[in-house]
């Protein structure tokens, strides 16, 4: 067996090309049919963005000068640096002959190069598999390979549009009378960024996380504002809503972003901070914020959602939108020291 792993340079649109069709290819193989991947264009803006908060590293797999595969390294440089991020993709008809674990062992000594000591990946399956996701490619590959199930997600769909009424009955006496909603497209207005910025923080660790190796972030206006910066870039759009304390404070947040490629929207961070919960805040923005959805980009077809599966008040949530489970995807790691 002959593998070549060289590094991607991101403004080479050709190699870049290359590398995404075998990303895609890989993917498209064992997900729910129709499912969708980050496209071509948003993943090339992405690569070529100098980000403050993540380095990112792609790489071709070449056997006897044809590509065979697509991996990448994505390494935090704020917070949880302890932690590696990586990627692989091999096209099921180069399958079973050693190049994905080449690939896997070339990245994790990146990694351990780098001064980490976890390594962290995903793999999706069919919903019908179930939680542990026994018989797909990707987690059988992974458990060859010592990674485990740190933590198990749904991936749900909402086809839009949802019945208005079913949206009013939702949010008939919601927020709690102390609270108001505030929503807008685009950045996060100044006055509110603060405390958005402390929620988006902490959603790793607020939202059930399982048995992944991660610490609570550092609130990061800065890095609010760099992704906001890179959704220009990609043609994305970012509709958001908050629900504001009586004294001003950010007290729940959510948000979409609809794909300028691909037409669907995805749901991001939705959370509420603990002292005000168990007033239905967690609907109330949700609710509100699809309504701007469909009033504002009345041609979005769909909505996507990833939840951990544990998340059960969440999960009921989209319930009751109307939101139904596709495919899982489990949240794999790995100590590498």
Not at 33 to 40: D, L
Not at 231 to 255: C, E, K, N, P, W
Not at 290 to 297: K, N, V, W, Y
Request: charged residues 25%; aromatic residues 6%.
């Amino acid at each position: 067996m002959s593998l070549e792993i060289s590094r991607v340079d991101p403004f080479d649109d050709a190699t870049v090309d290359e590398w995404w069709d075998a990303y895609a290819a890989a993917e498209r193989a064992d997900r729910a049919k129709g499912t969708p991947v980050w496209t071509r264009e948003e993943t090339r803006r992405e690569l070529q963005q100098d980000s403050s908060a993540v380095e990112r590293r792609t790489y071709l797999l070449r056997s006897d000068g044809e590509c065979i595969g697509a991996a990448s390294l994505a390494l935090p440089l704020k917070d949880n640096t302890h932690v590696a991020h990586l990627g692989l993709g091999v096209p099921p008809r180069h399958r079973r002959r050693g190049y994905g674990s080449h690939a896997l062992a070339f990245l994790e000594g990146e990694a351990v190069a780098a001064g980490r000591t976890t390594a962290q990946s995903t793999t999706s399956w069919l919903y019908e598999l179930g939680p542990d996701g026994s018989g797909s490619p990707g987690r059988e590959f992974a458990r060859r390979h010592g990674y485990s199930l740190a933590l198990g997600d749904v991936q749900n769909r909402l086809d839009l549009p949802v019945d208005p009424a079913l949206l009013d009955r939702l949010q008939a006496g919601v927020p709690d009378e102390g609270y108001t909603l505030r929503s807008w497209i685009g950045p996060v207005p100044d006055d509110v960024v603060e405390g958005w910025a402390s929620l988006d923080a902490s959603i790793e660790t607020e939202a059930p996380s399982g048995e992944l190796d991660i610490e609570p972030a550092t609130p990061d206006i800065a890095g609010i504002r760099e992704t906001e910066d890179l959704l220009v870039l990609q043609h994305r759009i970012s509709f958001g809503t908050v629900a504001l304390a009586s004294d001003g404070a950010v007290a729940a947040y959510t948000q979409i972003v609809v794909s300028g490629d691909d037409g669907n929207a995805y749901q991001w961070g939705t959370l509420v901070r603990r002292e005000d919960r168990g007033h239905r805040l967690g609907t109330a923005v949700k609710v509100a914020n699809l309504r701007m959805l469909q009033h504002e980009s009345p041609g979005t077809p769909c909505v996507y959602t990833y939840n951990a599966e544990s998340n059960a008040h969440m999960l009921a949530v989209n319930t009751l939108l109307g939101f139904r489970p596709r495919e899982r995807m489990g949240e794999l790691q790995k100590r590498l020291r």
